[in-house]
């Protein structure tokens, strides 16, 4: 296993449409993609795609008060970075790596935003950042 290209940093927002808003006036960004609900994980995302290697930023808004985002933003009430993500040819093979390794996994793989399978590696096993591991999406 191999550290793979940093596909987004995650940032929890109390509102997308405020964050948009601060990302075009402050930072100039001009692509950014439309928002939308991931109800199984309690979120709406949108992305900020930043020129060149093809980085975004994941904005991410809780849905209710039962998405984990809420308690992130209860203790951090303006916001800010909850994780960064980093891609992986087979997701199957990495999360087998990082288990072997002793390293916690948050529930199941499942399929994010992007539409490919993930999962989330404890923040006290990673330095002390919430790390999510995805597959590379196809076509990449």
């Not at 979120?43 to 930023?57: E, L, S």
Request: proline content about 9%.
């Amino acid at each position: 296993m191999k550290l793979g290209r940093l596909n987004h940093v995650g940032v929890a927002v109390p509102s997308i449409a405020d964050a948009v808003a601060h990302y075009r006036a402050v930072l100039g960004a001009d692509d950014i993609t439309d928002p939308f609900d991931i109800p199984e994980q309690g979120v709406k995302v949108c992305f900020v795609n930043t020129p060149g290697a093809g980085t975004q930023i994941e904005l991410i808004q809780p849905l209710s008060e039962a998405s984990p985002i809420h308690g992130f933003l209860a203790r951090n009430p303006l916001g800010g970075q909850h994780h960064i993500c980093f891609e992986v040819p087979d997701i199957a093979q990495a999360r087998d790596w990082f288990e072997g390794q002793g390293k916690r996994i948050l529930g199941p793989t499942r399929i994010g935003a992007h539409g490919t399978p993930i999962f989330f590696v404890h923040p006290k096993d990673m330095l002390g950042q919430l790390t999510e591991i995805m597959e590379t999406p196809h076509g990449h």
